[in-house]
């Protein structure tokens, strides 16, 4: 994926409100889509994939949409909470099984 | 049940020095992959095993990586010759394969000095 070096993206956010973090994918022959939560010092903890022939998937809290037309992924947190503080990353599976990666996105959320 | 696991968890090696990483993946997961996390960076894609199938080495970054999978099971990734830009956190994800979820292991983080 694009590197961004040591300074990634921040989306800040108060305790208790929705969050909302965007991704954007090239591959237009990417058919499966995933995003990682990943804390400091851990590996990427899956949160909730989504296949290419939907537009939308929910799971607890977490949202993902899909837009096709625009190569855009997002992923919705409902009421976020202090544990939700971590790196997001989506990633795309596009032809071969290995997973292409997005640089990521710092969520930090403020108590 | 047991997730994928790393070892070891840290590593720090001279430059020029060979180092193996372990991985165990998740049992029963038919495909296991490799991949390289640099500080702060996103993840990249090394080597990619499927059942008995030829690996996908397309993302090994040089000759120096090597990687291999015992009994459909266990994997090693070798690196001979360590360089300083080796430096990273080494990744190993398990799936079922196909459009499958992977799940990773904890990583190993290597330092070459």
């Known amino acids: 994926g694009e590197s961004v070096g040591l300074h990634l993206p921040t989306l800040s956010v108060q305790e208790g409100d929705n969050s909302i973090i965007n991704c954007a994918y090239s591959?237009?022959?990417?058919?499966?889509f995933i995003w990682y939560k990943q804390e400091s010092g851990k590996g990427p903890q899956f949160i909730i994939d989504?296949?290419?022939?939907?537009d939308k998937r929910q799971g607890q809290r977490v949202t993902v949409l899909l837009n096709k037309t625009v190569k855009h992924l997002s992923l919705q947190i409902a009421a976020t909470q202090p544990g939700d503080s971590a790196v997001y990353f989506c990633?795309?599976?596009?032809?071969?099984?290995?997973?292409?990666f997005g640089s990521g996105t710092r969520l930090q959320v403020q108590p | 049940g047991a997730g994928v696991s790393q070892s070891p968890s840290n590593k720090v090696t001279e430059k020029g020095k060979d180092v193996e990483l372990r991985c165990d993946p998740i049992?029963?997961?038919?495909?296991l992959y490799w991949y390289r996390q640099s500080l702060g960076q996103g993840l990249e894609f090394l080597i990619y095993?499927?059942?008995?199938?030829?690996?996908?080495k397309s993302g090994l970054p040089s000759d120096r990586f090597s990687a291999e999978r015992t009994g459909g099971s266990v994997s090693t990734l070798t690196i001979q010759r360590t360089q300083q830009e080796d430096s990273a956190v080494y990744l190993c994800?398990?799936?079922?394969?196909?459009?499958?979820?992977?799940?990773f292991g904890p990583g190993t983080r290597l330092t070459v000095l």
């Open positions: 994800a398990s799936g079922g394969g196909g459009l499958d979820t992977q799940y």
């Open positions: 591959n237009s022959a990417s058919d499966y």
């Open positions: 989504i296949r290419s022939n939907m």
């Open positions: 990633a795309e599976s596009g032809g071969r099984r290995a997973l292409t």
């Open positions: 049992s029963g997961h038919t495909a």
């Open positions: 095993f499927q059942g008995n199938s030829a690996p996908d």
